[in-house]
């Protein structure tokens, strides 16, 4: 995020509220009072000639002005009286022939506000709209001063533009010309839109009559012209207006995402997001200074008060930033304010700093008598702020000195409730500067069916401009259409696909580049559906009919059958009766077909009271259900049309509410009722939800005396679902109910966009209904204005329209709209209630036939019939009615809308409605009502696409996880399918069965969760969710979630068990090596073994205390091979260990690292060297096996080893394995089955061969893979004479770096590096997709020689910084080796680096260099010398820096450390057995596999055992996941009869472990021979098993027991009959297991004659 304080200065010009060109414009007043505006007008130290010009009325008037006179205009004859929403060009200009200040006064006699109007060179391209919650409404004015201004809106919530949603994510983008204007008002408070631009623009804020505080009483106008944001300040002083004892209210916006704000006197610190605001409140006389951490917009609110006596107004002023306080004002108070509006308290207040308050001046003389009020400090300078009451007049505002600059704010009231208050001037300075990308507009989801095209939106400000690079799933983009526009910088830029496919599904991102840095949007996601076109017509229906009216007997129910252009056959099946009726229906004809009365459902439960229709052609079909005194009926959807989640909708039931679900395939149903019903003796509601199975054309009836509004239904194939009431009264009080029915459209047909109007004919009011079908649904209803939260799915609000209203309803999601007639006690005219479905604006078609009811069979009925037509209103011309243009409508339009709604009367015959343009789409209703109090009505057609939900996706991937023991938190992963998936977690690989907290949802898609509600340590694993479709033979896994279960974060470099050694420093210098131990904030006594010379010693080291160990140089390793020079060091408590070894005219040293660190995979990395590069391997006190891989061949006991040909080396307990090589090691990959530790460095190594001069000998202690990082900061060292080297190398195969300064990317294998210089005067971020290892090579500076020596350290990653470095360097150390600088490195966020210590002291004077990372973050790097002894580096509020310690002696000796590192800490526990090996029972000469596995910490070794003697070979297998590790022995063709005992032993440095011992019992086996005989026959069947011990046997034929041959080898069978035909079996059974023979086919025949 750009901040003005590190801008580059290119181009600076100072401005102020003084100036010679203003536009501005007059918003909607409080529409209870009229308000009389004025322009007040006051010239500088220069007379000026002035104009106002109004571009609306094209009328100008001239002024002239006198030096520091005012004059006041009123402006009746030249303004308009309000602006109406949308563009305008109600504006007004102002030019000046010198510098002048224009205040503009809106006056009523109760009620007034007033704003400072900026002059041109204060306007910009980026502003944040402050307002408050309103009464009326919010409001925002936007002015062009140039041509093709192109202007981007982001609102903070959903708001509606001219029949459009538009919210953050949305963006709502208008072009305006010179002198034109935008104006918007909204009964939502607008603080927070954030506006950006492409040229400068004027934006005005407020309210058109607001309650400040909400629930006050007071109403009034609030108006402020708004600062640009670029220009805003950090730092703000405020205190409440005076003569007032109700305190004020405060709001501080942000423009910036992750703004920081600190109100200093309320003790208060809030981040607030990008829009977001932070409200607070002062009480009378209190004072606070706030701040921000980036630039903020503060606004003080004067609340309104009402009294016995008095009234008060509520006002609004922007409040100056220090930033913006001047040297001198001139402040006017005319005399129509104080005259002929009776302000007679009118005030200045002013802010200053306390020093320079005795130097104040008005119209030249002290002011005295002052109360200032203390306000607080900033950079250790305090404030001072005082309310000073003034008169009418002109005054002139500044200082003895013209360095003293001050904030003011004039406001006042009268006692007639009105009331001002603006900004008495600012400065500011206007710089060219330059920043990273900030986005304006992120791409937004998008769900877009195969064929269609697809359009992604983005754009962002950035100077210089940048380049955008659309992504893929983290990849960029080719052969896709992307478009770019550049105006100023402001970048806007879109991605087209033009006809989607399957593979176009992904996440999707824009990424702005420049010179300053790289931003990614958000993610937004293209999910694509197949779809189709469905329509009411269709050759395929299910019909149901509903319980009727009890009074209804006997009812009538009806089918009506219309054809179109094609004759018709058709056949109605009778589910129930099974009977099957045929039918011919010419062209453009229909024909009513009536049902059993039996046909209608009563009772709930499965049915089977369902009619399946099939035709040869397109035909449609409606319901009827009629009775003398009631009426219903339905349009009938065809199958294509059916879907898999519905929300239903009804009335309050008189009888009983009803729902129908007709499944066309079998399917299983679930229902989420919107109320608590019963069915079979159970309570079922929406979080009980009712599931059942129903059958192939089969049906599911319910029905229950309740509303039932909002039910949710869903299933796994497509159904239909119809619904309504069995007996309603609409509205609720009115008299006469009667049944309602509809049949719904799915939620995947459903539509956002709708227009209503009553039903013509009756002078009754229609009610509407509106149903979310997903959560968190916004609703808007253009008529009045107004925005409705729908939070859950089914929930709904209804609302009534009279026979002369019209609107539009707009929902940010799909909604559901029904409408119901009234009853007829709600009017004089007959008619029973009835309901509709109301389509949606994406639901017209582009003709329709039209059948209503036809008259009852004594032809006593009639009917008014009727059409409701939608239609954009630039299409109504074109509409046919019977192919006549003649159509008698009196159309209405909703406001802001285009579209036109009527209603017609049509005939009681078969008509055809059509548009002269097949293109034009609109929608029709038929209703109407008979003699006897009937009424119906239906949509007359349905025409959408629909999304078909059958490719299956997976949705949401699980994550992985980071947990602290007895944390909780969860894994989940969900798939979009139809039909339903078998579903299953995976954890290492092995399915996992009975966890106890796996919930899952397989509706409206499948969801698989899983919650570790306290972690443990045998939660760890890596965890798949697996989908499989066995009918589709497909399976889909999800990505790999591997979840870690830690203790709390642990230092690494804290401990009390360390391994020591050192390596060979130097061929040709005097060496010493140093141990340096240090302790904690505990004394600690230590016990040291050097296991070369096998001596031992006992010490005690009081707390924050060290001790120096010196040795010579026997102790170094020089020798390849295995090796005892190592030193142990216990400790009681925390200490930290460092080893130096310091030579003649070199040195390095290196922090060691604790025991509880040591791991397994370790690479390696030294330097170009001279004489020997070398490395050391410890043992962790256990004996290991180490695989070393060197990157090229390498020569060892005169054997060549490569990475292909691994060295192997097992180093004993206490040992370790010394490798040197005339060679750089750099790349060489380490592995091991036991924890070890690596130092690595170079005997003599050299610089790069640009800047060498001198080798000299390093060492590091190297952190193993698991614990290195990804990002870092890379800072030279070298103080400002050379350069420092950087190695980057990948821990893993295809690691990707990105290396900032470089503006570069490179691919690594394992073991590959990169290197790159970097001078002392730059800094850069290295980022890796992996975790890599960062070595530098820094320079030190020698003596009189001037040599330049190197040496290493690993600068920790920044995700492992510390808060705390304890730094130990021992004087009589420094002394002996003439140290003449000890640096200490830091890297901390900007915004923390206020709060280091040293030594318990503050840090000052330090020249600090920053860095901007890719993820907007600064940086800041510093070095700083230190004292030898213990220095303790600690930040006050715990943020984590990153160190490195670095020290150079007056000969040239030199060393390097790295500082601290934290990570989190893994719980170190035993292994516990997570499989057991089994024994079994195997037939001779057969194989077999076992397995065993474990988890623990650190991860064991496993080894297999028979008889106690260890097993290996190829024959043995491991899979390791995470700290889990199985084993499989596999065991050929055993033949040996001879009884072993075979088990698995788990090895850790904490604990060894067994599994049980198993056995494998080997037998050899008879079986049952096959054999065919006749009746009457005898036969012998044998079969016996021989091993230990000896088995139990069961006879089985066909498998079933044969109890009366149990524990025999054979059986005789005399005179067989056919019965004794079967397959003969023996069972072999021990307390092991059992084990099976080989069939023997017995067959009986009768005897041949």
Not at 710 to 716: F, Q, W
Not at 921 to 945: L, Q
Not at 1000 to 1016: D, E, H, Q, V
Not at 1568 to 1575: D, G, N
Request: charged share 15%; hydrophobic share 35%.
């Amino acid at each position: 995020m750009l901040t003005i304080d590190l801008c580059l200065d290119l181009d600076r010009k100072d401005v102020s509220n003084f100036g010679r060109e203003f536009y501005f414009g007059l918003m909607k007043y409080n529409a209870s009072a009229t308000s009389v505006p004025y322009a007040v007008i006051t010239a500088n130290r220069y007379p000026a000639t002035v104009h106002l010009h109004n571009k609306y009325s094209n009328k100008t008037l001239q002024y002239n002005v006198g030096s520091y006179s005012t004059v006041s205009i009123k402006l009746n004859d030249l303004t308009t009286d309000i602006m109406d929403i949308g563009m305008s060009t109600k504006v007004m200009h102002i030019t000046s022939s010198r510098d002048i200040k224009v205040s503009i006064y809106q006056l009523n006699n109760t009620g007034s506000e007033a704003f400072l109007v900026l002059p041109t060179t204060l306007y910009g391209k980026e502003y944040v709209i402050s307002s408050y919650q309103p009464a009326t409404k919010s409001q925002f004015l936007i002015i062009a001063q140039r041509d093709d201004t192109k202007v981007n809106i982001h609102f903070p919530q959903n708001v509606e533009y001219n029949g459009q949603m538009y919210s953050n994510n949305d963006t709502l983008t208008i072009q305006l010309q010179q002198f034109q204007a935008f104006y918007f008002q909204k009964l939502e408070n607008l603080t927070g839109t954030i506006i950006y631009s492409n040229k400068d623009i004027a934006v005005f804020s407020g309210n058109e009559c607001a309650n400040v505080p909400d629930n006050g009483q007071v109403c009034g106008a609030l108006v402020e012209q708004l600062i640009p944001t670029p220009l805003l300040g950090r730092h703000y002083l405020v205190t409440t207006f005076a003569g007032r004892t109700i305190g004020d209210l405060f709001r501080i916006i942000a423009p910036y995402a992750n703004t920081s704000v600190v109100i200093q006197s309320l003790f208060q610190h809030d981040v607030i997001p990008a829009g977001g605001y932070k409200e607070f409140q002062l009480a009378d006389g209190q004072t606070t200074f706030v701040s921000c951490s980036l630039p903020c917009l503060l606004v003080q609110f004067g609340k309104g008060l009402q009294t016995s006596n008095s009234t008060i107004n509520p006002w609004m002023t922007v409040i100056p930033a220090i930033k913006h306080y001047k040297t001198n004002y001139i402040a006017t108070i005319p005399n129509v304010v104080t005259n002929q509006y009776q302000f007679h308290r009118n005030y200045l207040m002013i802010s200053i700093k306390e020093s320079d308050r005795n130097g104040l001046l008005i119209n030249g003389s002290f002011i005295n008598g002052i109360i200032w009020r203390q306000a607080g400090s900033s950079n250790n300078i305090s404030y001072v702020i005082a309310s000073i009451p003034v008169k009418i007049g002109t005054y002139k505002i500044d200082h003895v000195s013209n360095k003293a600059s001050f904030g003011l704010v004039q406001y006042g009231w009268s006692s007639h409730a009105a009331s001002y208050a603006f900004i008495g001037g600012l400065q500011a300075t206007i710089i060219q500067y330059t920043y990273p990308p900030i986005f304006a507009q992120h791409p937004v989801n998008v769900d877009v069916s195969i064929g269609y095209s697809s359009k992604l939106d983005c754009s962002a400000t950035s100077n210089p401009i940048s380049t955008v690079t659309w992504l893929k799933d983290g990849s960029p983009i080719a052969n896709y259409v992307n478009g770019t526009s550049i105006n100023g910088s402001y970048m806007y830029s879109y991605l087209i696909i033009p006809s989607v496919t399957i593979n176009d599904q992904g996440i999707y991102r824009c990424r702005y580049e420049n010179s300053e840095g790289y931003v990614l949007s958000s993610a937004a996601k293209i999910t694509v559906f197949g779809a189709r076109n469905v329509s009411h017509r269709g050759r395929e229906f299910y019909v149901g009919f509903l319980k009727q009216h009890p009074s209804a007997n006997p009812s009538e129910p009806f089918i009506f059958v219309s054809t179109y252009d094609q004759r018709a056959n058709f056949t109605i099946y009778n589910r129930l009766y099974r009977i099957t009726s045929r039918y011919t229906l010419a062209p453009y004809s229909s024909i009513k077909i009536r049902q059993l009365l039996m046909m209608e459902n009563s009772a709930s439960g499965v049915t089977s009271k369902i009619l399946h229709i099939l035709s040869d052609q397109d035909i449609k079909v409606t319901t009827y259900q009629r009775y003398s005194g009631t009426a219903g009926g339905a349009l009938i959807l065809p199958t294509p049309f059916y879907g898999f989640r519905y929300v239903i909708a009804m009335y309050d039931a008189i009888i009983n509410g009803k729902l129908l679900v007709i499944a066309s395939e079998s399917t299983m149903v679930k229902i989420y009722f919107s109320k608590s019903v019963i069915y079979l003796g159970r309570s079922y509601s929406q979080s009980r939800p009712l599931m059942l199975f129903v059958s192939k054309s089969l049906g599911f009836y319910y029905q229950y005396k309740a509303d039932l509004t909002g039910t949710v239904i869903e299933s796994n194939a497509p159904v239909a679902v119809i619904a309504g009431n069995q007996c309603t009264n609409v509205p609720t009080g009115t008299r006469f109910c009667d049944l309602t029915i509809s049949q719904f459209p799915p939620i995947s047909t459903l539509g956002r966009k709708y227009i209503l109007a009553a039903f013509s004919g009756r002078t009754a009011n229609s009610l509407y209904r509106v149903v979310a079908a997903h959560a968190s649904t916004k609703v808007i209803i253009t008529s009045i204005s107004q925005t409705i939260d729908l939070n859950l799915k089914g929930s709904y609000l209804e609302f009534q329209l009279t026979i002369k209203n019209t609107t539009a309803v707009i929902c940010d999601k799909p909604c559901l709209i029904v409408g119901f007639g009234a009853s007829y006690t709600a009017d004089s005219v007959a008619s029973d209630p009835f309901m509709t479905i109301i389509p949606a604006i994406e639901q017209y078609d582009s003709s329709y036939l039209i059948s209503p009811p036809l008259p009852s069979p004594s032809g006593t009925e009639t009917y008014s019939n009727y059409l409701q037509i939608a239609i954009k209103s630039s299409d109504i011309s074109g509409l046919r009615f019977n192919d006549s243009e003649n159509i008698n409508v009196t159309w209405k339009h909703p406001i802001n809308s285009n579209y036109a709604i009527g209603s017609m009367m049509i005939p009681n015959t078969t008509n055809l409605l059509t548009h002269n343009d097949s293109n034009v789409n609109f929608g029709v209703i038929g209703y109407g009502w008979g003699t006897s109090m009937i009424g119906y009505a239906d949509p007359e057609g349905i025409k959408t696409n629909m999304l078909i939900e059958h490719i299956a996706t997976i949705t949401k991937q699980p994550q992985s996880l980071q947990l602290y023991l007895g944390q909780s938190a969860a894994i989940e992963c969900s798939m979009k399918c139809s039909p339903m998936w078998k579903h299953y977690w995976l954890k290492d690989r092995r399915v996992l069965r009975n966890h106890p907290n796996v919930t899952t949802t397989i509706l409206p898609m499948i969801t698989s969760r899983i919650l570790f509600t306290s972690a443990s340590l045998t939660d760890s694993g890596h965890y798949n969710c697996r989908f499989e479709n066995f009918q589709m033979f497909q399976i889909k896994t999800s990505q790999t979630s591997e979840v870690q279960i830690f203790d709390k974060l642990d230092t690494i470099r804290h401990g009390r068990s360390f391994f020591v050694g050192f390596l060979h420093s130097s061929v040709d210098q005097n060496c010493t090596s140093y141990i340096v131990i240090t302790t904690q904030n505990q004394p600690s006594t230590i016990f040291l073994n050097n296991f070369y010379l096998n001596q031992q010693q006992n010490f005690n080291i009081s707390s924050h205390n060290s001790t120096t160990i010196a040795f010579n140089h026997t102790m170094e390793n020089t020798e390849s091979g295995s090796t005892s020079k190592l030193v142990y060091i216990v400790s009681s408590q925390d200490i930290t260990v460092a080893t130096y070894q310091m030579c003649d005219a070199s040195g390095d040293g290196m922090l060691a690292l604790p025991l509880k660190f040591y791991d397994r995979q370790y690479v390696i990395a030294t330097y170009r060297v001279m004489n020997t590069g070398q490395f050391l391997i410890l043992s962790n006190g256990i004996s290991a096996v180490v695989n070393i891989s060197f990157p090229y061949d390498f020569i060892y006991n005169n054997v060549t080893y490569s990475r292909q040909n691994l060295l192997t080396v097992t180093i004993q307990m206490s040992k370790g394995f010394y490798i040197e090589a005339k060679s750089d090691l750099t790349g060489t990959i380490i592995t091991s089955d036991q924890s070890i530790a690596v130092i690595t460095g170079s005997t003599c190594a050299t610089g790069s061969s640009s800047h060498a001069r001198q080798c000299s000998n390093m060492m590091e202690q190297l952190l193993p893979n698991s614990l290195l990082g990804k990002s870092y900061i890379l800072s030279p060292l070298s103080d400002g004479r050379s350069i420092d080297v950087f190695r980057v190398v990948a821990a893993h195969n295809n690691t990707n770096v990105q290396i900032q300064y470089h503006n570069t990317n490179h691919t690594l294998l394992q073991g590959e590096f990169y290197e790159l210089e970097i001078s002392n005067h730059n800094i850069t971020h290295l980022a890796c997709d992996k975790p890599c290892l960062l070595v530098q090579y820094t320079y030190g500076r020698s003596g009189n020689n001037s040599k330049d020596q190197l040496v290493m350290v690993t600068p920790p990653a920044i995700e492992n910084y510390d808060y705390l470095n304890i730094i130990t360097i021992p004087e009589k150390f420094a002394n002996e080796n003439r140290l003449t600088s000890n640096l200490i490195s830091i890297t901390i966020p900007d915004k923390q680096k206020n709060d280091l210590n040293l030594n318990g002291k503050p840090l000052d004077n330090v020249d600090w260099k920053y860095i901007k990372t890719g993820n907007n973050v600064t940086y800041a790097v510093a070095t700083i010398n230190v004292d030898p002894g213990i220095n303790v580096i600690k930040h006050t509020h715990y943020a984590h820096y990153g160190l490195i310690q670095h020290g150079i002696g007056q000969s040239g000796s030199t060393y390097g450390l790295s500082g601290n590192v934290r990570v989190p800490k893994i719980t170190q526990y035993k292994p516990k057995i997570l499989q057991q090996p089994e024994s079994a029972l195997i037939r001779n000469n057969t194989s077999i596999t076992m397995q065993c596995g474990a988890i623990g910490s650190p991860q064991a070794s496993v080894k297999w055992y028979k008889d106690g003697r260890s097993l290996g070979g190829a024959n043995i297998t491991k899979i390791i996941h995470g700290f889990s590790i199985y084993s499989r022995l596999y065991l050929p063709n055993l033949s040996e009869k001879t009884l072993h005992s075979y088990y698995c032993s788990f090895k850790s440095r904490i604990a060894t472990v067994k599994t049980r011992s198993v056995q494998i019992h080997v037998y050899d086996i008879v079986s049952p021979s096959s054999l065919t005989t006749s009746i009457g026959q005898n036969f012998t069947l044998r079969c016996s098993a021989s091993g230990t011990p000896l088995p139990a046997i069961t006879w089985l034929k066909s498998n079933q027991v044969l109890s009366e041959f149990d524990n025999l080898e054979s059986i005789d069978i005399e005179n067989a009959i056919t019965e004794d035909s079967g397959d003969y079996q023996c069972r072999f059974s021990t307390s092991v297991g059992n084990l099976l023979s080989d069939v023997g086919k017995v067959m009986i025949y009768g005897k041949c004659h």
